[in-house]
Structures are given as C-alpha cells and as structure tokens.
C-alpha cells in the first residue's frame, strides 16, 4: 500500500482500492460474512411478496441488529407490564443510525403496543482527543464522524438528540428524565463512541443504585469489536465494568447465531446487561421459552399403526 494512501477497509473493501463498481466489487463483496449478509439482505429484500414483516422476520431491514435490539425491549417490557420503553444510541455521527433506530422503534410499537422512545447521545463535534492508550488512537482521530446537526434534526421526527459531552449530558438526563424513564426504562443500547474512555462514560447508564430507569435485562450492541482484541476499545471498557460490578454482568449473548435467521455475523456483537440486584430480576416473563417439553409419540405411532 502506498504511504499515506486512503483506503475503506474497515468498511468492506480491500486496502489499497477505493469501490469501482466493477465485477471485482461485487466479488468482494459477496467473499466475506458481513459484507454478504448485506448485499444478500438487499437482494431477498427486492424480492416479490417479501413484505414488511417478513423483512423484520428474517433481519433482512436497514441495521438488522437495531431492529433485533428493539424488539427484545418490546417483548421484553411488555412481558414485565410496561407500557413503554426507551431505547439508545451512544455515538450518533451523521445520524444514518439513530434514524434506521427510530424506524424500527415506529415498527415494534405498532407491533407490540408497547410505546418506544428513541435518544442518541453525541458530542456534536466529532470525535475528542484520546485520553487512553487503549482508545484505539491507531484507527481513530479527534474530528473523526462529525455531525450536520440541522439536516439530521429536520428528520429526527420524534427521536431525542442530546448533544455535549457525555460525561455531563448522560447523569443529568437521567435526572432530569427521571420520571419518564421510570414509566419507559432503557432495553436497549447501542455503543458506537469507538474509543474505551467513552465507552465507559456511557456505562455509566449502568452504575448507580436505582434501578427504576433500566428493564432488569437490556440487550446492548457494541458496533466497534470487529478488528479489536479484549483488552483495547469496547471490550476494554465492558471488561472494566464487569471487574468493578459483580450483581450486574455485561456478556455476549451465547450461540445467538443459531437462533437468527441467516447467521448473521452481527451476533456475535449482541451483548446482555444482566442487572441481578435489579428487583424484578427474577419475575418470569411468561411466553420468553416454551414451559413444557412433551414425550415425542412413539416410531409406531409417527407411521400411523395403532
């Protein structure tokens, strides 16, 4: 690669080489998991009779791991007698992400019935400057993903921007949004702020004593693990949290892949805080697995002889 060469890498193309357009594109594209799974998607979603709810079916929509991550906070909510939810984003940029969010939040509460508040949280600049090593200042940069804040706000709809720093943006929301977010607790959040210091700002959601604000379980994805190792960038920062909380757990949702449409790489991304001391940790929420695993009729039976 030539020296100071850009490239898209990160974004699925090869290094080296900006999209072209061509057969080689389309290739390499098809050639790895997650670039693939969207060029699939796109192509079953163009498919006719494949309406909207066979797209959410089978995680063929924009950013399939928000609407996965919406829908277990539906489900879940309206399991435990919520009337509402809250779901979030950690890391806006341009906005693509917060908007595919607040779609899928008019989507499941149509379908559930449970009312979906939608809230990013950004700084509004950019990135910041790195304050630790394990920021993954090799990848990233102060200025990097800024946001034009008029454009995304005409088409926010209902969805919540809080801009400023999240040091300070987050506790205050939180109490000053006491009150709805008791009647709409968080289940689910996403972290996208790239770097382990920000991330563990946005854990912060986390820490505290109340529990009022938060579903006993909230299912969270962490947008930037691909390329990374355990103890640098998000995992860093989750693995901080876990050390320091021993009632509230945050992993990676096992062998989740079998159970989604396609094994879609972004499985592997889906992570659970499991908030244990949370009082309505242990209320089951009835219709989440089956409760009864009856004997299979026998091989006569299966042939039709009685």
């Not at 050639?31 to 163009?46: H, M, P, V």
């Amino acid at each position: 690669m030539r020296r100071g060469s850009r490239t898209t890498a990160q974004k699925g193309h090869p290094f080296g080489r900006l999209p072209s357009g061509g057969l080689a594109d389309v290739l390499w594209d098809w050639s790895k998991s997650g670039t693939r799974t969207a060029a699939r998607n796109r192509l079953l979603r163009g498919l006719p009779g494949v309406g909207t709810a066979s797209a959410y079916r089978f995680g063929l929509v924009e950013r399939p791991h928000y609407a996965y991550g919406v829908r277990r906070a539906t489900e879940s909510a309206a399991r435990l007698g919520h009337r509402g939810v809250t779901v979030v984003e950690f890391g806006v940029a341009g906005g693509n992400g917060l908007l595919a969010l607040a779609e899928h939040a008019r989507y499941y509460a149509a379908a559930t019935g449970v009312a979906v508040r939608v809230v990013g949280f950004d700084s509004g600049a950019g990135l910041p400057a790195a304050t630790d090593p394990r920021d993954l200042p090799y990848l990233f940069a102060p200025g990097y993903y800024t946001m034009d804040h008029d454009r995304l706000r005409a088409r926010l709809g209902a969805a919540e921007l809080v801009i400023g720093d999240l040091d300070r943006t987050l506790p205050d929301y939180l109490d000053s949004h006491a009150e709805v977010l008791s009647c709409h607790p968080v289940g689910f959040v996403s972290l996208d702020l790239d770097y382990c210091s920000s991330t563990a700002t946005a854990l912060g959601l986390f820490r505290g004593p109340a529990h009022g604000h938060l579903l006993p379980r909230v299912t969270c994805y962490l947008d930037d693990l691909p390329g990374t190792i355990e103890r640098i960038g998000e995992a860093a920062a989750v693995a901080d949290f876990n050390a320091a909380h021993d009632d509230r757990a945050i992993g990676r949702v096992l062998g989740l892949r079998a159970f989604t449409p396609f094994d879609p790489p972004w499985a592997d991304q889906i992570y659970v805080h499991h908030r244990l001391d949370h009082p309505d940790y242990g209320r089951l929420e009835v219709g989440a697995t089956g409760d009864q695993l009856p004997l299979d009729p026998g091989p006569s039976r299966r042939r039709g002889r009685h």
